[in-house]
C-alpha cells in the first residue's frame, strides 16, 4: 500500500479497481488543516483522464506494469493480433481497449503495448505518422496560401481534412492524438 503523498509522477496504482497512472502530482498544505494531494490521473483501461484530490492519509494499492515490445500482425472485427518476437507467443487484444490508435499500427511494425500482469492496457504509438493519401479531390496550384481544407482518405481507411494543395499519392505527417494533418512529406 501507498500513501497519497506517493503518489509522484509515473506512479500506477489501484483506484476503485482500475489501474491508474499519476500524470501529474501537487502537494498543497493549508493553514493548520491536514494536507491535501492534488493528482492528474489517467484511467489506464479507457484513457480518460481526470483531477482527483485526496487526503494526505489516504492508502492505495501500487501495482506494476510491464511494457512489452510486440509485433502487430493484423486485425478482424474484434481484436487486433501481435506476436512476441522472443517466445512466437500469439496474442489477440480488444479493439476497444485500443480505441483509434489501431490505425497508426502497421503490419510488421514493432509496437510497445502496456501490460498489468497477463492483461494488455494500451499500445504505445509515435505521436506523427507519414501516410499516403489514396483519395482526394485534385490540389490546385497556387492553393498554398489559403487556409482551406479538404476532405481525403488516407492509407489506413482514415479521413482527415488536408490542404488544397494535397494531391492523390502525396506523403503527409499525421498527429496521431488529435488526427490532424501537420505537413506534407518529401
Given at each position: 500500500m501507498i500513501e497519497a503523498t506517493e503518489?509522484?509522477?509515473?506512479?500506477?496504482?489501484?483506484?476503485?479497481?482500475?489501474p491508474c497512472k499519476v500524470v501529474k502530482y501537487?502537494?498543497?498544505?493549508?493553514?493548520?488543516?491536514?494536507?491535501?494531494?492534488?493528482?492528474?490521473?489517467?484511467?489506464l483501461t479507457t484513457g480518460a483522464l481526470e483531477e482527483k484530490t485526496f487526503n494526505s492519509s489516504e492508502k492505495f494499492e501500487e501495482i506494476s506494469?510491464?511494457?512489452d515490445k510486440l509485433q502487430?500482425?493484423?486485425?478482424?472485427?474484434?481484436?487486433?493480433y501481435f506476436?512476441?518476437?522472443?517466445?512466437?507467443?500469439?496474442?489477440?487484444?480488444?479493439?476497444?481497449?485500443?480505441?483509434?490508435?489501431?490505425?497508426?499500427?502497421k503490419e510488421g511494425e514493432d509496437i510497445n503495448v502496456l501490460f498489468w500482469g497477463d492483461k494488455p492496457l494500451s499500445v504505445e504509438i509515435k505521436p506523427k505518422v507519414n501516410l499516403k493519401v489514396v483519395d482526394t479531390v485534385p490540389g490546385v496550384k497556387g492553393n498554398s496560401a489559403t487556409n482551406i481544407y479538404?476532405?481525403?482518405?488516407?492509407?489506413n481507411g482514415l479521413k482527415i481534412k488536408v490542404p488544397l494543395f494535397i494531391n492523390n499519392g502525396d506523403k503527409i505527417r499525421v498527429d496521431t492524438r488529435s488526427i490532424t494533418y501537420v505537413e506534407r512529406v518529401n
Open positions: 503518489l509522484k509522477n509515473g506512479t500506477t496504482f489501484l483506484l476503485s479497481g482500475k501537487t502537494h498543497q498544505k493549508i493553514g493548520r488543516g491536514g494536507a491535501n494531494v492534488k493528482v492528474s490521473i489517467r484511467n506494469t510491464v511494457k502487430y500482425l493484423y486485425k478482424d472485427d474484434k481484436e487486433a506476436i512476441n518476437p522472443k517466445t512466437f507467443e500469439q496474442i489477440s487484444i480488444p479493439l476497444s481497449t485500443i480505441g483509434d490508435d489501431i490505425y497508426f499500427c479538404k476532405p481525403a482518405v488516407l492509407e
